[in-house]
T-cell receptor, first 114, second 111 residues
Framework: GAVVSQHPSRVICKSGTSVKIECRSL??????MFWYRQFPKKSLMLMAT?????????EQGVEKDKFLINHASLTLSTLTVTSAHPEDSSFYIC??????????FGQGTRLTVV | DAKTTQPPSMDCAEGRAANLPCNHS???????VYWYRQIHSQGPQYIIH???NNETNEMASLIITEDRKSSTLILPHATLRDTAVYYC????????????FGSGTQLTVLP
């Protein structure tokens, strides 16, 4: 199946700093990618839809100025957590799909803010 | 909110078949039944999907009832590596592929 890669897989940052997470579709072009967040022992929650060449659309309750999404090419979307705080510590996961196929997920990024 | 309901947890002996049920009480005619699983600290992995016929692939079999209100994912010979949270999801054909995850079933395969 198609491959989606996230980087980094794990990151620790200091409170107040920003962290960028990359999501790449390695063997296909994705006009749309999705970003999810997962807290411990909870299910995945959709944060935003990343659209190539246009602004991302955010789910209700997700701060667009805090979670900056850039989808500058058909194979790369980035999520930047700005001014991170300990409550932003979570598991962040991206997904992408070809037209009318199943979604493929990255391996996830574990963010710890200290 | 998620539209499917699943038992929170199940155990299965290694080598035996694991049968994971899902209720799709609000599924509509153009929605497919998808199954994903998430091994601890990894991204979800696609398993199988179907519309109304039973499906089988190298990973699993999917049984969908005639009224499509319930489905069962079958792992024919469970291994320890099948321990994961399993999610069933209703998804429209041609949708943008953002998924609404319920709470899933934690399957534990016991040695």
């Amino acid at each position: 199946g198609a491959v989606v890669s996230q980087h980094p897989s794990r990151v620790i940052c200091k409170s107040g700093t920003s962290v960028k997470i990359e999501c790449r579709s390695l063997d296909f072009q994705a006009t749309t990618m999705f970003w999810y967040r997962q807290f411990p022992k909870k299910s995945l929650m959709l944060m935003a839809t990343s659209n190539e060449g246009s602004k991302a659309t955010y789910e209700q309750g997700v701060e667009k100025d805090k979670f900056l999404i850039n989808h500058a090419s058909l194979t790369l979307s980035t999520l930047t957590v700005t001014s991170a705080h300990p409550e932003d510590s979570s598991f962040y996961i991206c997904s992408a799909s070809l037209m009318n196929t199943e979604a493929f997920f990255g391996q996830g990024t574990r963010l710890t803010v200290v | 909110d998620a539209k499917t309901t699943q038992p929170p947890s199940m155990d299965c002996a290694e080598g035996r078949a694991a049968n994971l049920p899902c209720n799709h009480s609000t599924i509509s005619g153009n929605e497919y039944v998808y199954w994903y699983r998430q091994i601890h600290s990894q991204g979800p992995q696609y398993i199988i999907h179907g519309l109304k016929n039973n499906e089988t692939n190298e990973m699993a079999s999917l049984i969908i009832t005639e009224d499509r209100k319930s489905s069962t994912l079958i792992l024919p010979h469970a291994t320890l590596r099948d321990t994961a949270v399993y999610y069933c999801i209703d998804l429209s054909a041609g949708s943008a592929r953002q998924l609404t995850f319920g709470s899933g079933t934690q399957l534990t395969v016991l040695p």
